[in-house]
């Protein structure tokens, strides 16, 4: 119920002042009986039995200005309203007669749900249940919430289901010139009004004693809910999707793109498809994007979420970690039968510790260093340490035996499998933190690593070129390494000579991107870039050329590389802005293979190459934040580890 104020003979009120008896005869209230058309006005004559009490309170013959009349008008404007509004004498939204006014509403609601039922709620007005009521000098007493005098039920006139509502009454006084008066709001609640699929037209009514009512309707369009647990599967020049049925789905439409981001709009539509559907007919190595849509009676769903697959590429779990996992590493090489044999580590939470007042921590882990390979023609795997230094390297000798290095509490350690069993030793006890390892042609074995030896800590690099182990110093620091980034990033790798080459992350306060290589019998160390390094990986060409990737402290991920004269060129591979933990390798053409995580469109595991001359970048499969390996086999075939979901994955194109 509106008041509003209404002027009808403006030409009066040219003078600045005039009398109030002139004023209020030019003036009207008039009271909305419709709230949705304002051609549905009434005269307010409630409204008049103001006119004696404003005469007696400012006098007939004063002279006031037209500013202060109409500041006074604005104040009893509401109080004319709380009169008209409980007071008697008035018409309804709902038809109740002159005598009895009801009115209901309906609050605003969303208006197409896909949910089975929807909570409404609302307001009801009536004049007498009860009346408003008016005191001198101070505010007559609220009636309790429960002093409605009127009912309200709901019905769905779509399907004739009825019911009724929770509603109660909520009253408030104010007051005008020692005036007060006391209005009540009627609230009302449906809990659970039952849905069908397509329109509902809901009708609330509100009606009273003597049989008066009032109603108010609304629409709400019921569509299906949408599919879920949508998986795509790649294969060769084709996709496998799978999804969880709708309930009473007549049949699903699935859009397809091979750009992300897709729309209904924008996607290519297949009407009518059953799960599980083979989308054939592909390109490989492109990314083709996916959601699908039911239809029940016409109506269609709101999109699943989008996933994703790349004809050419296969994925799958090897292996669990845990679901209190903090940190993963992983490693990858392939023997000459291409086979794929994976180093990998992580940590689990084994304990948690509360402190005052919500702060939660892990003060007890277990640590797991695993291998697993599918040699057999299937995964099959083992642990073989109990490092609490998440660290992983491998590598495949010429006679397909398998290496591992990590760094242990014990030392540096390297492992080999021979004849089912891994024969361990400790290559140097003051390493500790991080390691990388690397096998030359004649399968000698080169470790890079971090070691202490107070009050010195260096970067160091061991061999056993000379058949026993050999370690000596590339690199010192006075500050301390630690085991987190930046400064634990290293990597190795050798070329056809023997020579090593280290790619690491130096410290504070230089940082930088720092490669040595002891290619003239002693370590040459030089910056080849500023800023923090967080991850990296290197790779050395048939020319003997160093190929390095990382990741900056802009979290984009660099390429760097020597040229024919040595010098490095460095290239922006990703300025994303949300990248991390590359891994590199080159095949025989010196064409660059490189694995990470971007999180541009959800944490993805990429895939990029300079095959073409240009960067080309393939979205392989859902990962987490984490370390991924990349490796070739000798078909130039790519193999990948990584984490998804907790999950040690393992993706190919071969």
Known sequence: MVSELFVT????????????????????????RDRTSKSRWRLNSQALTLYPLLIRVIGVN????????FRILILVSPALFLLSACGGGGGGNGGGGEGNPLWVTIDTTSSIVQISSVDLHGEAYCDNCPPSEVALGYCPPIQGPLSSAIDVTWKNLTTGETGNTIH?????????????????????????????????????????LS?????????????????????AVAGKEEVTLNWNNVAGATSYNLYWST????????????????????????????????????????????????VFATPGWQTEVIAPTTATTDNWATSI??????????????????????????????????????????????????????????DANIAVDSGDTVHIGYADLSGITHEVYVSGAW????????????????????????????????????????????GAWVHGAVDTFTQDIGCSVPGSPLSITVDLTGTAHLAYAGRYPDYGLKYATNQGGTWISTTIDTGYITELSTAVDANGRTHITYSDNNHYIKYAHQDALGTWVINVIDNSGSTGYPSLALDASGIVHLSYISGLNGWQLIYATNSTGTWRFLPIDGADYADTALALDVQGKVHLSYFSSGNLKYATNR
């Open 211 to 231: 049989g008066a009512s009032a109603t108010d309707t609304v629409t709400i369009t019921r569509i299906p809910a949408s599919p879920v647990e949508l998986v």
């Open 9 to 32: 003979n403006a030409s009066q009120f040219q003078d600045s002042t005039m009398s109030l008896s002139n004023v209020l005869s030019s003036v009207h209230f008039w009271q909305r």
């Open 333 to 390: 090489a392939m023997d000459s039968a291409g086979h794929a044999h994976v180093h990998y580590a992580f940590d689990e939470c084994a304990h948690y510790s509360t402190l005052p007042p919500n702060f939660t921590y892990c003060d007890s882990y277990n640590y797991y260093n695993n291998y697993i390979t599918d040699a057999s023609g299937s995964w099959t795997g083992q642990q073989v340490g109990h490092s609490p230094y998440v």
């Open 259 to 306: 750009t992300a981001n897709l729309t209904m709009d924008t996607a290519t539509k297949i009407a009518g498809v059953a799960s599980p559907y083979v989308h054939t007919g592909l390109t490989d190595d492109v990314t083709y994007y996916y959601f699908v849509t039911a239809v029940i009676g016409g109506f269609e769903s709101p999109p699943s979420q989008t």
């Open 423 to 466: 024969n361990s030793e400790v290559i140097d006890a003051a390493g500790w933190c991080k390691s990388s390892f690397a096998l030359d042609s004649a399968n000698k074995s080169h470790f890079a690593y971090w070691a202490i030896s107070p009050p010195i800590q260096e970067l160091r690099y061991a061999t056993n070129i000379a």
């Open 62 to 69: 004063s002279k006031i200005s037209v500013k202060e009349l």
């Open 168 to 208: 109660g009454i909520s009253g408030s006084c104010s007051c005008l010139f020692s005036y007060c008066y006391t209005s009540y709001s009627h609230q009302w609640v449906a809990y659970s009004v039952p849905l069908v699929i397509g329109g509902d037209l809901i009708e609330v009514k509100a009606s009273n």
